[in-house]
């Protein structure tokens, strides 16, 4: 899919994310069941499995009074990049219909040569 348009590209992506992450998951799993600290050989990689202790803030144990106090929080603001899959393919609005290009526009025809 060489020549996509940014939003389309993403989508794909992130959907292509999504699936590596998902077998991720089923690695892990392979490797972390029943299993105390391990080293699982690879051809090019190894795996070396260790259990690492840390300490986890439980915030379902703290008082009500500290969770609803707007002086523990800072708000923080993160832009969000949703993808939408369409129900139907469309060209976006910039693309006139059918990909045409109106007669009267100038463009530049580039070819790769292999």
Known sequence: MLH???ADE?????????????????LRKCFTQDCNDALFDGYDY??????QKRRVL?????????LNDPQY??????PVVRVIQRK?????LEV???GMIPARENFDVVETWN
Do not use: C, S, W
């Not at 439980?58 to 500290?66: Q, V, Y």
């Not at 929080?73 to 993160?78: E, L, N, R």
């Open 58 to 66: 439980a915030k379902d144990r703290l008082p009500r009074e500290i």
């Open 46 to 51: 190894d795996v070396e499995v260790r259990f």
């Open 88 to 92: 139907q393919p469309r060209p976006p």
């Open 73 to 78: 929080f800072d708000v923080k603001y993160t």
């Open 4 to 6: 996509q348009l940014p």
């Open 10 to 26: 993403l989508g794909h992506m992130r959907n292509e994310i999504r699936l590596l992450r998902a077998r991720e998951v089923e």
């Open 96 to 98: 006139p219909h059918a």
